[in-house]
């Protein structure tokens, strides 16, 4: 939309043609022909109310707008970068980051849980040493339930706590463990299999790879620009300003 010193505004063809793609998105259909008037009305009233606004001054000042039109001109620069890294480009970034795919441990185990508030301690060593004599024992049901398979460790830190993770971590595999505390009271824990952490090969990880790459360009298009026209502005602040 442009206008000029007498103030015409002129809606070009691709404006219009934006707005019936964005109302079919919308709605699912192609507006009517009172639907398109009533928002190109709409579009008009913005742009009258936008200049006018800014007639009176009133983008001065306000962080809000500030912070819109910065974010515009970023995205202008980020959609510079083509979207179709070469292979050697994708293996060059994933070589330099490669700790960043680690595939973490996940374990699948089974454990019984015991109430902090119903002593929770003497109750799940008394379990343990009834599991070992084959004789029965009364657990306490847990919200996320009994058993896992190939839970992260990640998942078991945030749901046990980290006190929990970090003795699940050392625990042997294929035997009861001895009760260990958690964020909500004691467990006795039996892993079944562990699956070790490890770095994985890029044509596993290969989608993540060119997602990570391509905002890892934008990112840097927005910071190039920002430096390249930085020494454009000079910059003053109060030195006897208070904090």
Known sequence: MNADKDKSIFISDQEILSLISAWKSQ?????SNDELAR??????????????????GLDQEDTIIKRR???KISFLKEESILEIPSAKELNKYYEN???KYFIE???TFTHYYFSENNNSLERSQQALKALQENSTFKSDPFYLGKAFANEPY??????FGIEFATNFINLAPQKWSKPIRSTYGHHIVY???INPGYIPEIEEVLRQVEVDFLQMKREQAVKG?????????????NPDLKF
């Open 154 to 159: 990640r998942n078991i830190e945030s749901n």
């Open 69 to 71: 039109l910065a974010q």
């Open 97 to 99: 980051n490669k700790d």
């Open 105 to 107: 441990s996940s374990f």
């Open 225 to 237: 620009f920002l430096n390249n026209i930085r020494s454009e502005y000079t910059i003053f602040i």
């Open 27 to 31: 709605v699912g259909r192609d507006p």
């Open 191 to 193: 892993i079944n299999s």
């Open 39 to 56: 928002i190109i009305n709409n579009l008009v009233d913005e742009e009258i109310l936008y200049r006018e606004a800014l007639l009176l």
